[in-house]
């Protein structure tokens, strides 16, 4: 009987978790609460820019194929933007050092010719460790499916050593661009020699000090789930013959990245509607002949507008990063517009198994949703 109880309770506990993302009231309300008040459109511009400047370097050198990778790395600049400098500055460059070590790691699984399913489970245990490193550093932001993408991205780019050296040497300038950009304002004081505006400065301790919390018992439950559902995403997609399944794994560590079931639930209704939307988006500026440059421009402009409303609804901010994401991979790699389906079906299957996940595994004091 004493271990009957606790089996009762978790099957009762993940019932009731399942139902709640299944009621209509969650559903309507992942769509319209918005947050007011945090929008930083000066911190979203400066992402923009540093995602833009790198494209537009990519462009005029010939070096095309690889100035999605830079735009990975400059994508640093859209972690640590509530932080304010000291705070923001080491963070910034492990995370720059690990987007490029991403990106490194993916191109050489594709240049070693790793199989389908070695690479599923090299990429989605990377995504674990990957949440496992910012949870411990603190690191606000994307979080670890920006890892994904860039491990992803690199390992369908890679087919020799040479692609490797110059993936990696691409996300490398990236990164330094992403980390300038994010202190841009505090390096223009610096400069003039003004004193430092007043900031709140968060709870932060030494990155040395903050790394001891790896063994973190949560954060390690966090991190296996990430592990599990990325995996076990990209596996089906695989399995039913659909061609993108890192694009799985992403959307499930997207949805697996909320601090409780409840935002669990909450993003993964928001992405997948968003991505519904965004696909769409996306299926009709992939039909059009706007070359490099217009791409350019209008990657540019929908990461600005994604950061900019990513802190009010996160199903909008889908609605913008999906096109901006798939543009982002067909500047190297060239997509039909029907990949959109497939990006719809890969974010569907993520998101249900990213919640039943959540369900089986719900702690007794995350129950009360």
């Known amino acids: 009987m004493p271990l009957i109880v606790p089996v009762i309770d978790r099957v009762h506990r993940s019932r009731s978790a399942l139902l709640h993302s299944l009621d209509p009231q969650t559903w309507r309300s992942a769509v319209v609460t918005v947050e ?5 459109v000066a911190s979203a511009v400066r992402v923009g820019l540093a995602v833009a400047l ?15 990778f830079a735009a990975l790395g400059a994508l640093t600049s859209a972690f640590c933007r509530p932080d ?10 492990v995370t720059g050092v690990m987007v490029t070590g991403y990106v490194a790691f993916g191109a050489v699984l594709g240049a070693a010719g790793v199989s389908l399913a070695g690479e599923v489970v090299a990429i989605a245990l990377a995504a674990g460790f990957a949440a496992l490193m910012l949870g411990a550093l603190r690191v606000v932001g994307p979080g670890p499916v920006v890892m994904v993408f860039a491990a992803a991205g690199a390992a369908d780019f890679a087919d020799s050593a040479d692609d490797v050296w110059k993936a990696s040497t691409a996300a490398v300038i990236g990164a330094v661009v992403g980390v300038v950009a994010s202190l841009a304002p505090w390096l223009v004081m610096w400069v003039r020699r003004e004193p430092p505006q007043p900031h709140p400065s968060p709870a932060r301790a030494s990155l040395v000090r903050e790394l001891k919390r790896i063994g973190d018992t949560e954060l390690l439950s966090q991190s296996l789930r990430i592990v599990v559902a990325g995996g076990v995403a990209a596996g089906i997609v695989a399995a039913v013959g659909l061609q993108h399944p890192m694009w799985a794994a992403m959307g499930a560590v997207a949805t ?3 601090v409780n079931y409840h935002l669990t639930v909450t993003r993964g209704v928001q992405r997948l509607l968003g991505n519904v939307g965004g696909a769409a988006i996306a299926a009709g500026l992939l039909a059009l002949p706007i070359g490099y440059w217009g791409a350019v ?4 402009v929908l990461q600005v507008l994604a950061e900019t409303l990513v802190t009010l609804n996160y ?3 889908s609605l913008l ?3 901006m994401a798939l543009m982002l991979t067909a ?7 029907e990949v959109a389906v497939d990006r719809v079906l890969d974010t569907a299957i993520a998101v249900v198994i990213a919640v039943v996940l959540a369900a089986l595994t719900i702690a007794h004091h995350d129950a009360t949703v």
Do not use: E, K
């Not at 790198?54 to 999605?68: I, N, P, S």
């Not at 421009?297 to 540019?300: E, Q, R, T």
């Not at 190297?332 to 517009?337: I, R, T, W």
């Open 36 to 40: 007011t008040g945090n929008t930083a």
């Open 54 to 68: 790198v494209l537009v370097v990519g462009g005029l050198t010939g070096h095309r194929d690889v100035a999605g």
């Open 84 to 93: 304010p400098c000291r705070v923001r500055l080491p963070r910034l460059v």
């Open 256 to 258: 697996l990245q909320g």
């Open 297 to 300: 421009v209008l990657i540019a």
């Open 315 to 317: 199903a909008l901010c």
């Open 321 to 323: 990063v999906t096109p």
């Open 331 to 337: 500047l190297g790699a060239g997509l039909a517009p």
